[in-house]
């Protein structure tokens, strides 16, 4: 009887298979890719992204798609994006440092130019000092006159109504006159250069207000400009135009202090 040689297959005194540490060094080398690849995802992924990741795992555990095998993929959450008017919002309050009553002056101004579709005549503007009405070209005044038109006079009765309310009671107003640069073509003994001109303008104005709609002269002052002031250069008939002009500025409290007082 022939013996069966030491180490045949199918023999008992067979050795390990030569073969077997292929499926131990592949599940090694799947746990390290694994590994890499976690790595590389944590560094890569920002806070949203993994928001999202995050999400759509919990809703995939939950019976709903996801990363899992038949599903969708990783569920888009929508990030909200801020809305226009929020951040226009956020503009302003800061132009105006931060100042709420301002603010609110500012938002009740325009809703009330808006609403009675004035843009073409009045505009509402913050600007580093404060709120400021301003009353373009010939709203208030005929050419070469500082007497107020009888038609223009609810316009100033609609921004006092704002600005007298208890809320705002404390705001410094001041009203500045300006002119374009062509000189008076008719002059006159009460207005003989654009001086006199715009300071009576924005007197008038003042006397308005504190005489007919009852706001406290110690907080509104007047002031002209003459062309001195322009927003636009003088160097077409639109751009005199838009430098002819009446502003009511609502002041910062910090300009507040620097307005005299006076003393009893």
Known sequence: MSRRKKGSRGGKDSGPDPDAWMA????????????????????????EKFRLISGSLKAAFDGGPGILEGGEGI???????????????????????????????????????????LEELISVEAEERGVVIRFK??????????????????LLTAAAEILNKSEFIEKQIKIEGHTDS???????????????????????????LVENEGMAGERVSSSGYSYYRPIAKNDTEENKTRNRRVD????????????????E
């Open 24 to 47: 131990t060094y592949s599940d090694l080398v799947t746990l390290l890719l694994c590994f890499f690849v976690l790595l590389f995802s944590f560094a890569e992924v920002d806070a």
């Open 75 to 117: 569920i888009e959450q929508p990030i909200p994006e801020p809305q226009i008017e929020d951040k226009l919002d956020m503009d302003i309050l800061e132009i105006l440092g931060g100042e709420a009553d301002l603010n609110e002056i500012y938002d009740q101004l325009r809703e009330y130019v808006e609403q009675e579709n």
């Open 137 to 154: 070209d010939n709203v208030l005044f005929d050419s070469g006159s500082a007497e107020i038109k009888t038609g223009s006079k609810e």
């Open 182 to 208: 062509d000189p008076i073509v008719s002059k006159t003994i009460r207005y003989q250069t654009n001086w006199e001109l715009s300071s009576a303008r924005a007197t008038n104005v003042l006397r308005y």
């Open 248 to 263: 009511i500025v609502v002041l910062k409290d910090i300009y507040k202090d620097l307005e005299p007082e006076g003393t």
